[in-house]
């Protein structure tokens, strides 16, 4: 088997609040396998360890006991962070430059020559969607639109991992539908992806494989579809069929010993709705 992208072994961090007079155990004995090119989901409340699983992972926080591998390298050593992209949870943008100046910003902080940060950043804003908004000051942005000059920041030293903090997070159903198909292009071209979401609904359809953490445990881990199925139900959903044909179907079906549980028409999803009512086109 080829080495894990990211291996998580056995990992607990108890944090001691001021005065030490209570401690609160975040992560419990964790154990994370992602694979090279995957997209991994964690799904949790919160206050389950989302964010503190991740700065473990990213080597931001230490754990109190446990192991974490990148590519098969301790996570500590300084070429492993080169490796490894990171978009935080709320992270905080200054208002007053431009997204190009932005990308520049971060360009310098990750020791990108003069010439390779020009190309890189136009590349970017392209990949992001925000080429025609790259004058424009942060002030100016949507919620939406942050995201997306955060995750070109997060890339711009070509991470082989990209660590994305709620990325959908406070963004609208039109704006999480944008990052989530940027996730999904990113996949495409080789990167793996480990992102955290208290929201099921925003990240099922990007998710290769999901862990569900509650109270610092994976409680259960595995492809989202298999995770939500109801074993030993079977949905249909039929076309231009006549009531008679139904009502006949129907007691087939009771004739096989078989439950008819519901008959009813689907219904699309609020957000599935709202996308097909609405036509919010950021920039
Ligand atoms: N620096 C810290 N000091 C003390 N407790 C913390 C700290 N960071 C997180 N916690 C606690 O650890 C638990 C998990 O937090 P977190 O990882 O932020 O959850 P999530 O991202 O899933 O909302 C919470 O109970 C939180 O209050
Ligand atoms: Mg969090």
Known sequence: MTEPAIHVSDVTKVFATPFRRRRIVALQHLNLEIAPGEIYGLLGPNGSGKSTTLKIILGLIEPTSGSVRIFGRDHSAVAVRRDIGFLPENAYFHKFLTGAETLRFHAKLSGLSGRETKSRIAELLATVGLARAADARLSTY????????????????????????????????????????????????????????????????????????????????????????????????????????????????????ARVVARRKPQTSLEQFFLKVTDTGDE
């Open 142 to 257: 949507s919620k939406g639109m942050l995201q997306r000059i955060g995750l070109a920041q997060a890339l711009i030293h070509h991470p082989k991992i990209l660590v994305l903090d709620e990325p959908t997070g406070a963004v609208d159903p039109a704006g999480s539908r944008d990052i989530q198909n940027l996730i999904v292009s990113l996949k495409k071209r080789g990167t793996t992806i480990l992102l955290s979401s208290h929201l099921l609904t925003q990240v099922q359809e990007v998710c290769d494989r999901v862990g569900i953490l509650h109270r610092g445990k994976l409680l259960r881990e595995g492809h989202l579809e298999d995770l939500l199925a109801i074993e030993n139900q079977t949905e249909l959903i039929v076309e231009s069929a006549t009531p008679d044909f139904l009502d006949g179907l129907e007691q087939q079906i009771t004739a096989a010993k």
